[in-house]
């Protein structure tokens, strides 16, 4: 309890004028996405302000921003427009099911991500590679300078239109200001965000200068909605009423589920990565599963889209120096408060302040670096790294981390199976020795048989696995087929240096091994990665 009152209290200003910065930039981007997902803009508003408020609060990175996110936006659409689909071919028509199927997804969505949370899955983001993580950040960096460059397009006649002549230039010509400010006030002093200033500065300019530019409340309008203002969010009862309509179709409801949930924890835990590298401090991988999961129930209950973390609004609130869980606090409540009583003067806030933001959170974000040392880091590495960043460019986050942890592992595991050798040496009494060295796994086994010449082989042959590893029951199968060929041609095969657990699964597959496998003091101890001692080899 104390720790998390001073997580609270230890450097206020910072997080309290960060926490506000955020919510600025919060406001179009959980807009955008409602647009996306193609529902009202108060859900993604609602959704924004219950996961911003639940992870700030119980998460587990102070100082990491969660709202409503494009990722899980895009896998939301199928739903919805089935759902709208069923519910207008219903008997009795109802509007708007593929949204009351959505907060029941997320219901589901709540329950897995905190599933994951208390099976302790969180940990298994430390086995992401490096070079996966930096295609990841230059991957977002790119997918977000590219959702900004739809701000530069205006509603014509129901087109959307690139802006030409001095609309064109103004928005440039603010969308630097707001840059430069970012750039240069930290220069003078670092008491006031940079961020938070640009964006004052810039709407200042436009509102007490007339200036005629496209807004956050001319973004709602031109999307489709009719504003910011609001209510507080209210129970969604009708949706425990509206189960029965999802019947055949529930198939839909649990794939889009663990869909959600999957997308949601893996940007949830890059992000976090990052934000800890950026910190140089730790968060709890479990207890953000836990605190995602909770925000996201809470979002099906109450009439929000969910999400996840927002990695650019993260950068944003810790480069304004926003560490504590009282920036995200601040962000998610001001949030709220925009919503209830702070609409007409937010929507004045020109897009082209918010623009500017995250172009510079764009280059703060890629990894300038890659371009450095791509030549100089093994070609797989390299590989992985343009391949993850193409992938989150071209579909989503989660399936490129996804591609690039399934390449890395298949590259390591190549690399790994060639690895194996066997020294051959003879004894005094004519017995043949092989000398294993290297791992023994379903990548080297086709190796390690090959190290064998059976039946030339002498009367005694002894096999030493003391500078071997059998990790996995393909070595296992290996090593039993291996000894029944050498049983089979009449000669004796002896087993040496094996951990206690080989012997166990050795003798389990066959009695016989009791016979071939010698037993040291010497004897390696390690685990076998199987489930499958009990089936017949």
Not at 189 to 197: I, N
Not at 204 to 226: A, K, L, N, P
Not at 278 to 284: A, K, L, N, V, Y
Not at 382 to 387: D, E, F, G, P, T
Request: charged share 15%.
């Amino acid at each position: 309890m104390r720790r998390l009152f001073h997580n609270f209290t230890h450097n206020p200003k910072n997080d309290i004028l960060s926490g506000l910065t955020v919510a600025l930039a919060l406001v179009p981007e959980a807009v955008a996405f409602a647009f996306v997902a193609g529902i009202d803009p108060l859900v993604g508003l609602y959704g924004a302000f219950m996961m911003g408020i639940v992870t700030a609060l119980f998460g587990g990175r102070p100082g990491m921003i969660s709202g409503a996110t494009g990722a899980m936006a895009v896998v939301m659409i199928h739903l919805i427009q089935k759902g709208n689909e069923v519910g207008l071919a219903l008997e009795t028509p109802i509007n708007n099911l593929g949204l009351q199927w959505l907060f029941i997804t997320l219901l589901f969505v709540g329950l897995i991500q905190m599933s994951a949370g208390f099976l302790r899955l969180g940990k298994f983001v430390r086995l992401i590679p490096h070079p996966v993580m930096m295609g990841f950040v230059n991957g977002l960096a790119i997918v977000i300078f590219l959702a900004q460059l739809g701000m530069f397009k205006e509603n014509v006649n129901g087109n959307m239109q690139w802006l030409q002549g001095a609309e064109l230039f103004t928005m440039l010509g603010l969308v630097a200001l707001t840059m430069a400010i970012m750039f240069l006030l930290p220069k003078l002093t670092k008491k006031l965000p940079a961020a938070l200033v640009g964006i004052v500065v810039v709407a200042m300019i436009t509102i007490f200068g007339g200036i005629e530019v496209s807004t956050v409340g001319s973004f709602i309008r031109d999307g489709g909605g009719s504003g910011l203002e609001g209510t507080l969010p209210s129970f969604q009862f009708q949706i425990f009423g509206l189960i029965d309509t999802i019947s055949g179709h529930w198939d839909l409801v649990i794939t889009t589920a663990f869909l959600l949930a999957a997308v949601g924890l893996i940007e949830s835990l890059m992000t976090l990565n990052l934000v800890d590298e950026i910190t140089e401090s730790r968060g709890s991988g479990n207890r953000e599963c836990v605190a995602q999961g909770g925000a996201n129930i809470l979002n099906g209950l109450f009439g929000g889209m969910g999400g996840c973390a927002m990695i650019g609004q993260s950068i944003i609130n810790v480069n304004s120096g926003g560490r504590g869980r009282l920036s995200g606090t601040v962000a998610a409540i001001a949030l709220l408060c925009f919503v209830l009583f702070g609409a007409p003067l937010i929507e004045q806030i020109p897009i082209a302040a918010l623009v500017g933001v995250m172009f510079m959170v764009v280059i703060g974000t890629f990894a300038w670096s890659s371009f450095r040392i791509i030549r100089k880091i093994p070609l797989a590495d390299a590989v992985v790294l343009v391949a993850v960043s193409a992938i989150t460019v071209w579909k989503d986050l989660a399936i490129a981390v996804i591609a690039g942890v399934i390449i890395s592992a298949l590259v390591f595991a190549w690399q790994n199976a060639t690895k194996i050798r066997a020294r051959k040496k003879m004894k005094s009494d004519g017995t043949k020795v092989y000398e294993i060295w290297g791992p023994l796994f379903f990548g080297s086994v086709q190796n390690f048989n090959a190290k064998f010449d059976a039946k030339n082989d002498p009367e005694k042959v002894e096999i030493d696995f003391i500078e071997s590893r059998v990790t996995d029951h393909s070595g296992i199968e290996a090593i039993d087929n291996l000894a029944h060929k050498y049983l089979k041609l009449g000669k004796q095969i002896k087993l040496t240096h094996l951990s206690p657990e080989c012997k166990t699964l050795l003798l389990k597959a066959d009695p016989k091994f009791n016979d071939i496998i010698e037993t040291s003091i010497d004897d390696p101890r390690y685990y076998v990665a199987t489930d499958t001692v009990d089936q017949e080899v």
